[in-house]
DNA sequence: CCCCGTTCCTGACGGAGCATCAGATACCTC
DNA sequence: GAGGTATCTGATGCTCCGTCAGGAACGGGG
């Protein structure tokens, strides 16, 4: 175990608020917070999160909290950050591992499915990372670009060799930002007698004829 | 004292926090209290929005707030019942006032257009109602699906003419959704280097493919 | 004009959560 | 098992919350 050199912006120095560099005691603690925040976030607004509540579903104190975060939104940001490390390459792996040749159709289906399976398994998380991208924080606005950069240029990739009409980035970020808001308000058209089957046909097809130009 | 038997929906028994009905003062007062909300939320996260600071902008105190309202969360919902009330009948009409046979082009542009305007315009109070809907709080998924209705079903019935192929349902619902998002987040596709005119275009090409089956 | 009832507003307060620090505790190394 | 470092927490001052009781503004009748 060479000494970290954390050249690399990844492993940033992630430091304890009086400075230290946290330990593996220490990280295991800053981790439960980021878990015990995803959980609240079941079931809690997200106005609603205090830090004390934190605390104690991560069973430990408040100022522990302050040691590894200086408040909730810095541990939403972390999470968000965690979710596009461990993602950006499967949700790009996601449109570029497919046969667009040999199955166009089945192949718009898996990528509709897997992003909204992406996206329902952590909404909690990405709700607040649009929020706050919406909201104009930029540090969670380039979260947000490169979670999603991955996704958006495999299907600028893929349009641009179909020389659709239009142009090829408006289509893909179009299609990606689509997919994020069905999966976000997947309950609210269920309500309107839509079943997922259905909501992933159309979907399938949109990014069909969007990207690929079948009609 | 008798039983204030308020019928009708629109004219909800709206009450000062001490059961008062509010005169022409407290109405205006009420409102004065909305509008400062609003404004804030133009430069305030909303989960940095407090009472003090709405009543500050208001030119009044924080206990004239809580005779109003309960809660910041209860005034979002006021300003989001208040522009469903005002918008919905509009949002049909951009979709039913169009020549859909003579320019089905023209006509989708004129939606897309129509619909990015209002969201860009009215974006804080509608990124709040979205989050809101996704936390599963239902008074203001109630709102937000009857703010969209219009426009959903007159979509829908646009489709089901048409005879499209797939759920005009689903399909309708979809395009609605993704023109919200395509809104919430014009200034991510811009940065990709998406012009807001390209923008449109894309919106409009994806509304006329999917609900007018016209390549 | 003043009176007086109603409507509306606010100063003041106890309580809850925030954010900080100094000191206590757990862990590791030798 | 002693010493040093990493980690945690009780205690604290402070901001904001949410609720009164009482004061100010309005408006209709004399």
Redesign the interface.
């Known amino acids: 175990m060479s000494e970290q050199t954390t050249d690399e912006v990844d492993s940033q120095d992630l430091r304890a608020s009086d400075g230290r560099v946290p330990g593996r005691r220490g990280l295991a603690t800053r981790q439960k917070m980021l878990d015990a925040t995803g959980a609240l976030l079941d079931t809690v ?3 609603d999160l205090k830090v004390v509540d934190i605390a104690r579903e991560a069973g430990t104190s408040p100022a522990t909290f302050y040691q590894y975060f200086p408040d ?2 810095s541990a939403m940001l972390a999470m968000a950050a965690d979710l596009g490390d461990s993602w950006y390459a499967d949700l790009s792996k996601l449109i570029t591992n497919r046969d667009w040749e040999g199955d166009p159709d089945g192949s718009a289906h898996r990528v509709a499915d897997g992003m909204l399976e992406f996206w329902t398994r952590h ?1 909690p998380v990405l ?2 990372l ?8 930029l540090r969670f ?1 380039e979260i ?2 490169n979670l999603l950069a991955g996704a ?1 240029e495999a299907l600028m990739d893929l349009a641009a060799e179909r020389n659709i ?3 090829p ?3 893909a ?2 299609v990606v ?2 997919l ?3 999966a ?2 997947q ?3 269920e ?4 079943s997922h089957e ?2 992933v ?3 399938a ?2 990014i069909r ?2 990207i690929l130009g079948v ?1």
């Open positions: 607004a997200y106005r909730v939104e909404k709700r607040v649009d929020l706050a991208s919406m909201e104009g924080d606005r947000r670009t958006t009409p239009g142009d980035m408006a289509s970020g179009v930002g689509m994020a808001h069905v976000n308000h309950h609210g058209l309500r309107w007698g839509v259905v909501l046909d159309t979907v097809g949109i004829r969007t009609t």
